[in-house]
Nanobody, 128 residues
Framework: QVQLVESGGGSVQAGGSLRLSCAAS??????????MAWFRQPPGKEREGLAAVGANEIPKYADSVKGRVTISQGDNKNTLYLDLHSLKPEDTAVYYC????????????????????WGQGTQVTVSS
């Protein structure tokens, strides 16, 4: 079981930046390796994958946000970050952190159905 709690959302003007955080905790062994990812769900749309980082610590980004977002982990791997830059009104969405013990292509496919553990989400609103 993995618990995920996102924070850092808010309202920002177009062109601005935000850092989202996801605090992760688990009862599993400290040796368990997770794929950690960020998704978002705009109003009235499907949830889409943005970025993932696997057990090898290599990041993968969706083409839709590549160059504008950076995924990273804290030193103890218990915190996941998503830095958002050059924000646009169409980035308005609820942003979710997700985790699962998946590897390689399954992790980097950024498919929401591959992730069992989710946070409650944090709202990001970008105004023009």
């Amino acid at each position: 079981q993995v618990q995920l709690v996102e924070s850092g959302g808010g309202s920002v003007q177009a062109g601005g930046s935000l850092r989202l955080s996801c605090a992760a905790s688990s009862r599993n062994s400290a040796n368990t390796r997770y794929c950690m990812a960020w998704f978002r769900q705009p109003p009235g749309k499907e949830r889409e994958g943005l970025a993932a980082v696997g057990a090898n610590e290599i990041p993968k980004y969706a083409d839709s946000v590549k160059g504008r977002v950076t995924i990273s982990q804290g030193d103890n791997k218990n915190t996941l970050y998503l830095d958002l830059h050059s924000l646009k009104p169409e980035d308005t969405a609820v942003y979710y952190c997700a985790a699962d013990t998946i590897n390689g292509g399954t992790c980097y496919a950024l498919d929401r159905y591959n992730f069992a553990f989710w946070g409650q989400g944090t709202q990001v609103t970008v105004s023009s």
